[in-house]
């Protein structure tokens, strides 16, 4: 299952809201992660089950979707989340990824 | 607390064996919650998924390597480890271990990353 992640690379500013999305190849129900990764640092889960908040994340962050559009949203951006972002489907195996979306500082 | 350490070597000949292993503290591999698995990250680049191993000693590869690829377990419960044999300059990457919680809930915990790079 492929998954397309739009934009690529957005620019934002502290306090923006920053929407991106999550297209897969075929419907994957609600089966999706997302993830936020630091450079030089491994993957940090955010949200599972398309929409379900990891404890511990911060409640700016929220997803949605299912079938085969799903979003991330940062309801207002904050310093420490310019950062690359990833989905990642459960649906089926092989798992897969999006290829990221790079948040950067304005 | 969970944490997972990858180790191994940094540097491996074309053609050779990569052998990385995970060690897993503050727990381990015998609860059927999990799966544990390795990924992989190419330079500036995403993440491929490359297989896991359950407790049960049940492996699952991705198609794309499974002809070079074998993840085992320690007896022990502790460490899970990778083998990727015949590499190529393709193989280098960043190497990761990471836990899945099976039921669809994503990698919760996942190691810091080890850089494997594959010349002569």
């Known amino acids: 299952i492929q998954l397309t992640q739009s934009p690529s690379s957005l620019s934002a500013s502290v306090g923006d809201r920053v929407t991106i999305t999550c297209r897969a190849s075929?419907?994957?129900?609600?089966?999706l992660a997302w993830y936020q990764q630091k450079p030089g640092k491994a993957p940090k889960l955010l949200i599972y089950a398309a929409s379900t908040l990891r404890s511990g994340v911060p409640s700016r962050f929220s997803g949605s979707g299912s079938g085969t559009d799903f979003t991330l949203t940062i309801s207002s951006l904050q310093p420490e989340d310019f950062a690359t972002y990833y989905c990642?489907?459960?649906?089926?195996?092989?798992?897969?990824f999006g290829g990221g979306t790079k948040v950067e500082i304005k | 607390q969970v944490r997972l350490q990858e180790s191994g070597p940094g540097l491996v000949k074309p053609s050779q064996t990569l052998s990385l292993t995970c060690t897993v503290s503050?727990?381990?591999?015998?609860?059927?919650?999990?799966?544990w698995s390795w990924l992989r990250q190419h330079p500036e680049k995403g993440l491929e998924w490359i297989g896991y191993?359950?407790?049960?000693?049940?492996?699952y590869y991705n198609p794309s390597l499974k002809s070079r690829v074998t993840i085992s377990a320690d007896t022990s419960k502790t460490l899970f480890s990778l083998t990727l044999n015949s590499v190529t300059v393709a193989d280098t990457a960043v190497y990761y271990c990471?836990?899945?919680?099976?039921?669809?809930?994503?990698?919760?915990?996942w190691g810091r990353g080890t850089t494997v790079t594959v010349s002569s």
């Open positions: 075929q419907g994957i129900s609600s089966s």
């Open positions: 503050g727990g381990s591999i015998s609860s059927g919650d999990y799966y």
């Open positions: 990471a836990r899945e919680l099976r039921g669809l809930y994503g990698m919760d915990v």
């Open positions: 191993i359950y407790y049960s000693g049940t492996t």
């Open positions: 990642q489907q459960l649906n089926s195996y092989p798992l897969t």
